[in-house]
């Protein structure tokens, strides 16, 4: 693509050393209790389990107050989560969000966030293995809220290709089957992803949006406590670790393991499902 040249003017350095401000300072919002979370997941049993097949999807629930954890289980693997409210699916999980509120990646101590007129927290994350790897040297780090989802729309639009293992065909096939609606019902309730264990960034020159491979490995896991009702859809992406290729059916792709934790009566004493935002949606009328 070429750009049309325009020069610099006299003040550019200055206008370019202007300090950021950052946006949504987190200070003030709702604090999880993880040393309760902590406490009641000590003592949960396991209600359930999930395994979700290489290049495919599945649903699960989770009710409010219950844990659930996505394990790697054969070998490095990213998977692209959607969650929902199990009684309302316009309330979903809203990336761009939790992004605003937390950063680019998410681990231990934050939250997915839910979509509008809604914003509350319907997931904590309680444990996360690949904390450690924090962000790398090329400003990559892991579980981004960065990427929307691979999906068959954009690789026809770039390769005229029409591929239906993508994560969104993944998530609506999925979707469409927990709920027995049709697959046109199902799409629009598909949203952006938290890229679970994939390892991204954006490059420093371009600003462009790139992976590179996972560092998971089999018996790592990112843990969540339901704060509401949950429907989730797990999708174990066709680029395998993420490592050269997006979606692909040669890529060395491995099944991820969803399991469910009850934690015993009792356990959670003085914690309640978080209201719905207390915005009074008057909207200045």
Avoid at 199 to 227: H, W
Wanted: charged fraction near 20%; hydrophobic fraction near 35%.
């Amino acid at each position: 693509m070429t750009h049309t040249h325009h020069p610099a003017p006299a003040d550019a350095e200055a206008r370019k050393a202007v300090k950021p401000v950052i946006c949504y300072p987190n200070e003030t919002l709702p604090v999880p209790d993880l040393p309760l979370y902590r406490a009641a997941r000590e003592g949960a049993e396991k209600t359930g389990e999930v395994l979700v097949p290489a290049r495919d999807a599945a649903c699960f629930e989770v009710p409010a107050g219950h844990f659930f954890r996505i394990s790697s289980v054969e070998g490095p693997q990213v998977g692209d989560l959607n969650l929902w409210n199990r009684n309302d699916l316009s309330e979903r999980f809203y990336s761009g969000k939790s992004r605003a509120l937390h950063g680019t990646h998410l681990t231990s101590g934050e939250r997915m966030w839910t979509s509008f007129p809604y914003l509350r927290p319907m997931a904590t994350i309680t444990e996360d293995t690949l904390e450690w790897y924090g962000m790398d040297a090329y400003g990559g780090s892991v579980h981004d809220v960065i990427g929307t989802r691979c999906d068959p729309y954009t690789g026809n639009l770039l390769a005229g290709s029409q591929y239906h293992h993508c994560c969104h065909s993944n998530l609506t096939r999925a979707l469409a089957d927990h709920l027995g609606v049709s697959l046109v019902e199902a799409e629009p309730h598909v949203h952006d992803v938290l890229n679970v264990f994939m390892c991204t960034g954006f490059t420093r020159d371009t600003g462009q949006y790139f992976m590179k491979a996972s560092p998971v490995r089999p018996g790592d896991y990112l843990e969540f406590f339901a704060e509401i009702d949950l429907l989730g859809a797990l999708s174990a992406c066709p680029g395998g670790d993420c490592s050269s290729e997006h979606s692909s059916d040669t890529a060395a792709c491995h099944p991820l393991l969803v399991e469910v934790f009850a934690p015993a009566a009792g356990a959670l004493e003085g914690w309640s499902s978080p209201p719905v935002n207390g915005y009074d949606r008057s909207h200045g009328r």
